[in-house]
């Protein structure tokens, strides 16, 4: 069966998240760019699950999140405008394409913001490990994240599975 090909209209949720998203993923490149001048040649470019600095690098790798943060931004905006390629837990028909779209849509935006408030903390903590030499990562922070990047995951399949309004 051909999916329904539908234009959906941004809501004002969709709106918020988009905005903050852009603000986000600009916010990392100002903060990136202004303590760029103060790094030292070397800084740390990855933590162990305790949090300890176990791998430097050169101090332009600072770059590289914000480049990932935007590319993978970009991918899912793209991907956002073709709905009707992804995979549901229901059966698409007519009446309930719309419904499916938003939710799946929505939840690309989600996913879109918390990428970029992760790469934003750990931007964050790449900076101060740098500039004072000590890790400031927390063992609560990876399962906080992991949680908040799933829930909406299951918040989303359990609004598909209802019946449409």
Known sequence: MERPRITLERKKADKWLDGLTVAGSLLLWLNTIYHYSSLPARIPVHYNMEGVIDRYGGKETIFLLPVIGILLVLFLRMLNKVPHIFNYPVKLTAENAAQQYRIATRLLRVIQLGIVVLFLIINNMIIHGAVTGSATSSKWLIPFLAISMIL?????????NRKPK
């Open 152 to 160: 909406p995951v299951f918040i989303a399949i359990f609004y598909s």
